[in-house]
């Protein structure tokens, strides 16, 4: 893995305007929500995710990869691999992507039946699919 052998793994999930970040647990049971990083340009949004990788100890990075639901990849997903390929070089750690299908609109149901106001709705939407893609992705881990 990493430099120090990293202990966590961080998923991002990509979006426009913002990109939500999550980090596992140590054991790569749970995934918690971290800051959402709004984009300004691809090297400082690469900046700043190799400083919260750094931060948080990460040793391998998942990005949801927006696939469309006939398992085409449209242009979003074609923007996604070519960041992916910015972030893998800037990296010294695995760098995966992981199917996201239906995690935005999971986020966005879990955050209407938790009764979420549509303005703080927005603000964590992008933690909240970044969680549900690790999530996920921990989860197939242990299954094998």
Known sequence: MGRKGGMRIMALDMG???IGVAVSDELFLTAQGRD???RKD???DLAVIKKTAEANDVGEI???LPINMD????AKAKEVLEFMDGLTRAMNIPVKTWDERLTTV???RTLLEAD???AKRRKSIDKLAAQIILQSYLD???KG
């Open 71 to 74: 398992g085409s990849y449209g």
């Open 140 to 142: 197939s881990r242990k």
């Open 16 to 18: 426009t305007k913002r």
């Open 36 to 38: 959402t990083i709004y």
């Open 106 to 108: 999971q986020a966005e």
């Open 116 to 118: 979420v106001s549509r």
């Open 42 to 44: 691809p090297a400082n």
């Open 62 to 64: 998942i990005v949801g």
